[in-house]
């Protein structure tokens, strides 16, 4: 977990000095179907999302915080696949242009008013 956390604080240029105890509890009591990837992907999240130099349990998703694993793909309906994959592509655009929205949208592709408004929708702040 150190590595993922320096390397996606580095990437967004914030000075995360670690993970707080509940936190750690949380995340070697989740199951992680994902695996790395998935581990990588709460990391990254929490960093880019969080408020702090210490991750806390409320920068981690509900299923995390709860205790829950995720939905196997296959037991996922199509309109939370599609809007799991749209986050994790918001979230890394943002993630590459430390949190510069308007160069995010460019990098997808997509309206800055329109990326803004999906944003929204899909609760990233």
């Known amino acids: 977990m ?22 750690q509890a949380k995340l070697q009591a989740y199951d992680w179907p994902g695996n790395v990837r998935e581990l990588a992907n709460v ?13 806390t349990l409320e920068d981690f998703p509900g ?5 829950r694993t995720t939905p196997t793909p296959e037991l ?3 309109r939370e696949g599609l809007d799991a994959a749209r986050k994790e592509l918001i979230l ?3 993630a590459t242009t430390h949190g510069n929205r308007s160069a995010a949208a460019k990098l997808l ?11 929204k929708s899909l609760g990233i702040e």
């Open 43 to 55: 990391i990254e999240r929490a960093v880019v999302l969080g408020s702090g130099p210490t991750v």
């Open 63 to 67: 299923r995390i915080a709860a205790g």
């Open 2 to 23: 150190p590595n993922f956390l320096r390397k996606h604080s580095a990437a967004v240029r914030r000075n995360i000095t670690g993970i707080s105890e509940e936190a």
């Open 76 to 78: 996922q309906s199509y």
């Open 109 to 119: 592709g997509l309206e800055a008013k329109y990326f803004l408004k999906l944003m």
């Open 92 to 94: 890394k655009a943002l």
